[in-house]
Nanobody, 129 residues
Framework: QVQLVNSGGGLVQAGGSLRLSCAASGRTFGSYGIGWFRQAPGKERAFVAAINWSGDNTYYPESVKGRFTISRDNAKNTVYLQMNSLKPEDTAVYSC??????????????????????WGQGTQVTVSS
């Protein structure tokens, strides 16, 4: 089992940057793919980024591609989401999640919330215009 703790959210002006962290407990963290999702008020949860267990493959939707970068440090049991050129529409609660036993492969799998077994508590990101 994996426990995830999100941090790094805050208030930033449009065009600014934030780095979110997803710290995990558990000896097998390195075997899980990790995804980031966000949910704005009144909207469905949306896929933001994902990285496979080794860090060799990353996935992004078009809405954040080129602005967000996901990375992981398995020695520190931490995944990061670097967010640059932030826009007001990026405002949401951001949560990381770990996939089921590292099973995910490919964009379609990583983008589906149902493929994740463990979730962080979320961190608020607010981008002002």
């Amino acid at each position: 089992q994996v426990q995830l703790v999100n941090s790094g959210g805050g208030l930033v002006q449009a065009g600014g940057s934030l780095r979110l962290s997803c710290a995990a407990s558990g000896r097998t963290f390195g075997s899980y793919g990790i995804g980031w999702f966000r949910q704005a008020p009144g909207k469905e949860r949306a896929f933001v980024a994902a990285i496979n267990w080794s860090g060799d493959n990353t996935y992004y939707p078009e809405s954040v591609k080129g602005r967000f970068t996901i990375s992981r440090d398995n020695a520190k049991n931490t995944v990061y989401l670097q967010m640059n050129s932030l826009k007001p529409e990026d405002t949401a609660v951001y949560s990381c999640a770990a996939d089921r036993n590292g099973e995910c492969s490919g964009y379609g799998c990583f983008a589906a919330p149902s493929r994740y077994a463990y979730w962080g508590q979320g961190t608020q990101v607010t981008v002002s215009s």
